[in-house]
T-cell receptor
Protein backbone atom coordinates (compact mmCIF):
# COMPACT_ATOMS: atom_id res chain seq x y z
CA UNK A 1 0.00 0.00 0.00
CA UNK A 2 1.31 3.44 -0.93
CA UNK A 3 2.12 5.65 2.02
CA UNK A 4 3.74 8.94 2.93
CA UNK A 5 5.17 9.51 6.40
CA UNK A 6 6.19 12.89 7.74
CA UNK A 7 8.31 13.66 10.76
CA UNK A 8 8.27 15.17 13.22
CA UNK A 9 4.52 15.48 13.69
CA UNK A 10 5.00 18.75 15.53
CA UNK A 11 7.81 21.14 16.21
CA UNK A 12 8.20 24.28 18.32
CA UNK A 13 11.09 26.65 17.64
CA UNK A 14 12.11 30.24 18.29
CA UNK A 15 12.28 32.92 15.66
CA UNK A 16 15.56 32.79 13.82
CA UNK A 17 16.01 29.04 14.18
CA UNK A 18 16.49 26.76 11.19
CA UNK A 19 14.18 23.76 10.84
CA UNK A 20 14.26 20.63 8.72
CA UNK A 21 11.06 18.73 8.00
CA UNK A 22 11.15 15.18 6.69
CA UNK A 23 8.95 13.27 4.29
CA UNK A 24 9.53 9.61 3.43
CA UNK A 25 7.45 7.61 1.02
CA UNK A 26 6.71 4.16 -0.29
CA UNK A 27 4.94 4.58 -3.58
CA UNK A 28 4.86 2.41 -6.67
CA UNK A 29 5.92 4.17 -9.87
CA UNK A 30 6.91 7.42 -8.19
CA UNK A 31 6.35 10.49 -10.33
CA UNK A 32 6.68 13.57 -8.14
CA UNK A 33 6.63 14.87 -4.58
CA UNK A 34 4.92 18.07 -3.58
CA UNK A 35 5.16 20.26 -0.51
CA UNK A 36 2.27 22.42 0.65
CA UNK A 37 1.88 24.92 3.49
CA UNK A 38 -1.43 24.98 5.32
CA UNK A 39 -2.43 27.71 7.72
CA UNK A 40 -6.01 28.08 8.93
CA UNK A 41 -7.30 27.52 5.43
CA UNK A 42 -6.60 25.37 2.37
CA UNK A 43 -3.09 24.17 1.46
CA UNK A 44 -0.96 26.45 -0.67
CA UNK A 45 1.59 25.01 -3.06
CA UNK A 46 5.30 25.38 -2.23
CA UNK A 47 7.42 23.02 -4.35
CA UNK A 48 7.20 20.11 -6.74
CA UNK A 49 10.21 17.77 -6.92
CA UNK A 50 10.79 15.15 -9.56
CA UNK A 51 14.55 14.66 -9.76
CA UNK A 52 17.03 13.62 -7.09
CA UNK A 53 19.60 16.04 -5.82
CA UNK A 54 18.23 19.20 -7.40
CA UNK A 55 17.39 21.78 -4.75
CA UNK A 56 14.33 23.92 -5.19
CA UNK A 57 14.54 27.25 -3.39
CA UNK A 58 12.11 30.05 -2.65
CA UNK A 59 13.35 32.71 -0.27
CA UNK A 60 14.08 31.09 3.07
CA UNK A 61 12.51 27.80 2.05
CA UNK A 62 14.31 25.06 0.17
CA UNK A 63 13.65 21.43 -0.58
CA UNK A 64 15.46 18.47 -2.02
CA UNK A 65 14.51 14.95 -3.03
CA UNK A 66 16.42 11.68 -2.66
CA UNK A 67 14.80 9.06 -4.89
CA UNK A 68 17.25 6.38 -3.84
CA UNK A 69 16.48 6.66 -0.15
CA UNK A 70 12.85 7.66 -0.84
CA UNK A 71 12.64 10.86 1.11
CA UNK A 72 12.53 14.62 0.84
CA UNK A 73 13.39 17.40 3.24
CA UNK A 74 12.02 20.89 3.54
CA UNK A 75 14.34 23.45 5.14
CA UNK A 76 13.29 26.77 6.54
CA UNK A 77 16.06 29.14 7.59
CA UNK A 78 15.75 32.19 9.87
CA UNK A 79 12.21 31.18 10.81
CA UNK A 80 9.58 33.83 11.43
CA UNK A 81 6.27 33.65 13.29
CA UNK A 82 4.54 33.74 9.91
CA UNK A 83 6.07 30.38 9.09
CA UNK A 84 3.84 28.80 11.73
CA UNK A 85 1.66 26.35 9.82
CA UNK A 86 1.17 22.71 8.96
CA UNK A 87 3.53 21.58 6.23
CA UNK A 88 2.09 18.80 4.11
CA UNK A 89 3.93 16.42 1.83
CA UNK A 90 2.13 14.59 -0.99
CA UNK A 91 3.32 12.10 -3.57
CA UNK A 92 2.01 11.48 -7.04
CA UNK A 93 2.59 8.12 -8.73
CA UNK A 94 2.81 7.66 -12.46
CA UNK A 95 0.02 5.12 -12.57
CA UNK A 96 -2.40 7.20 -10.60
CA UNK A 97 -1.69 10.85 -11.27
CA UNK A 98 -5.20 11.94 -10.64
CA UNK A 99 -4.86 12.03 -6.89
CA UNK A 100 -2.18 12.71 -4.35
CA UNK A 101 -1.12 10.48 -1.47
CA UNK A 102 -0.78 12.72 1.54
CA UNK A 103 1.24 12.61 4.72
CA UNK A 104 -0.31 13.75 7.97
CA UNK A 105 1.77 16.90 8.02
CA UNK A 106 4.23 18.54 10.39
CA UNK A 107 2.77 21.23 12.62
CA UNK A 108 5.37 23.98 13.03
CA UNK A 109 5.04 26.68 15.69
CA UNK A 110 7.52 29.55 15.63
CA UNK A 111 7.56 31.51 18.84
CA UNK A 112 8.81 35.12 19.02
CA UNK B 1 -9.03 36.80 -8.08
CA UNK B 2 -8.42 34.00 -10.58
CA UNK B 3 -7.81 31.23 -8.04
CA UNK B 4 -10.08 28.38 -7.05
CA UNK B 5 -13.19 29.57 -5.25
CA UNK B 6 -15.63 27.66 -3.07
CA UNK B 7 -19.02 28.51 -1.71
CA UNK B 8 -20.14 28.62 1.01
CA UNK B 9 -17.10 29.00 3.22
CA UNK B 10 -18.96 27.71 6.26
CA UNK B 11 -22.06 25.59 6.66
CA UNK B 12 -23.84 24.52 9.82
CA UNK B 13 -26.63 22.02 9.40
CA UNK B 14 -28.70 19.59 11.40
CA UNK B 15 -28.24 15.87 11.09
CA UNK B 16 -30.38 14.45 8.32
CA UNK B 17 -30.39 17.57 6.15
CA UNK B 18 -28.93 17.75 2.66
CA UNK B 19 -26.13 20.17 1.82
CA UNK B 20 -24.58 21.25 -1.47
CA UNK B 21 -21.21 22.89 -1.99
CA UNK B 22 -19.92 24.62 -5.09
CA UNK B 23 -16.41 24.86 -6.50
CA UNK B 24 -15.20 27.11 -9.33
CA UNK B 25 -11.77 26.00 -10.56
CA UNK B 26 -9.09 28.09 -12.21
CA UNK B 27 -10.56 28.77 -15.63
CA UNK B 28 -8.05 26.94 -17.82
CA UNK B 29 -7.83 23.90 -15.52
CA UNK B 30 -9.62 20.85 -16.85
CA UNK B 31 -9.16 18.65 -13.78
CA UNK B 32 -11.11 19.21 -10.61
CA UNK B 33 -10.74 17.29 -7.34
CA UNK B 34 -12.74 17.07 -4.13
CA UNK B 35 -11.05 16.24 -0.82
CA UNK B 36 -12.19 16.02 2.76
CA UNK B 37 -9.94 16.98 5.63
CA UNK B 38 -10.47 16.49 9.34
CA UNK B 39 -8.38 17.93 12.14
CA UNK B 40 -4.90 16.48 12.31
CA UNK B 41 -5.21 14.62 9.01
CA UNK B 42 -4.03 15.24 5.50
CA UNK B 43 -6.63 15.76 2.76
CA UNK B 44 -8.58 12.58 1.91
CA UNK B 45 -9.40 12.08 -1.76
CA UNK B 46 -13.12 11.91 -2.58
CA UNK B 47 -13.48 12.19 -6.34
CA UNK B 48 -12.12 13.87 -9.43
CA UNK B 49 -13.27 15.07 -12.83
CA UNK B 50 -11.55 15.62 -16.10
CA UNK B 51 -13.72 18.10 -17.93
CA UNK B 52 -17.28 16.92 -17.26
CA UNK B 53 -16.39 13.25 -16.77
CA UNK B 54 -16.18 11.89 -13.24
CA UNK B 55 -13.24 9.52 -13.57
CA UNK B 56 -12.89 8.18 -10.06
CA UNK B 57 -14.82 8.10 -6.83
CA UNK B 58 -13.23 6.97 -3.59
CA UNK B 59 -14.47 3.68 -2.20
CA UNK B 60 -14.63 5.43 1.15
CA UNK B 61 -17.40 7.62 -0.18
CA UNK B 62 -20.87 6.44 0.70
CA UNK B 63 -23.86 6.67 -1.62
CA UNK B 64 -24.96 9.77 0.26
CA UNK B 65 -22.24 11.72 -1.54
CA UNK B 66 -22.59 12.79 -5.14
CA UNK B 67 -20.65 15.21 -7.29
CA UNK B 68 -21.30 16.74 -10.67
CA UNK B 69 -19.48 18.92 -13.14
CA UNK B 70 -22.12 19.30 -15.83
CA UNK B 71 -20.37 21.69 -18.20
CA UNK B 72 -16.80 20.94 -17.33
CA UNK B 73 -16.42 24.17 -15.40
CA UNK B 74 -17.81 24.50 -11.87
CA UNK B 75 -18.61 21.46 -9.77
CA UNK B 76 -21.05 20.71 -6.98
CA UNK B 77 -20.71 18.23 -4.14
CA UNK B 78 -23.93 17.15 -2.45
CA UNK B 79 -24.20 15.27 0.81
CA UNK B 80 -27.61 13.76 1.53
CA UNK B 81 -28.93 12.88 5.00
CA UNK B 82 -25.88 14.38 6.70
CA UNK B 83 -24.36 12.67 9.72
CA UNK B 84 -22.19 14.11 12.46
CA UNK B 85 -19.25 12.21 11.04
CA UNK B 86 -19.52 14.29 7.87
CA UNK B 87 -18.26 17.33 9.78
CA UNK B 88 -15.01 18.31 8.11
CA UNK B 89 -13.37 20.77 5.76
CA UNK B 90 -14.29 20.03 2.14
CA UNK B 91 -11.54 21.11 -0.21
CA UNK B 92 -11.66 21.58 -3.94
CA UNK B 93 -8.54 21.69 -6.10
CA UNK B 94 -7.90 22.07 -9.79
CA UNK B 95 -5.07 21.32 -12.17
CA UNK B 96 -4.20 20.99 -15.81
CA UNK B 97 -4.20 17.41 -17.09
CA UNK B 98 -0.61 16.20 -17.28
CA UNK B 99 0.60 18.68 -14.67
CA UNK B 100 0.56 17.33 -11.15
CA UNK B 101 0.42 20.52 -9.14
CA UNK B 102 -3.02 21.01 -7.68
CA UNK B 103 -4.21 24.40 -6.54
CA UNK B 104 -6.67 24.49 -3.68
CA UNK B 105 -9.65 26.65 -2.94
CA UNK B 106 -10.30 28.06 0.53
CA UNK B 107 -12.49 25.11 1.50
CA UNK B 108 -15.98 24.77 2.91
CA UNK B 109 -16.11 23.97 6.60
CA UNK B 110 -19.13 21.81 7.42
CA UNK B 111 -20.49 21.29 10.93
CA UNK B 112 -23.29 18.78 11.37
CA UNK B 113 -25.13 19.14 14.67
Amino acid sequence: EDKVVQSPLSLVVHEGDTVTLNCSYEVTNFRSLLWYKQEKKAPTFLFMLTSSGIEKKSGRLSSILDKKELFSILNITATQTGDSAIYLCAVNNAGNNRKLIWGLGTSLAVNP
Amino acid sequence: DTGVSQDPRHKITKRGQNVTFRCDPISEHNRLYWYRQTLGQGPEFLTYFQNEAQLEKSRLLSDRFSAERPKGSFSTLEIQRTEQGDSAMYLCASSVAGQETQYFGPGTRLLVL
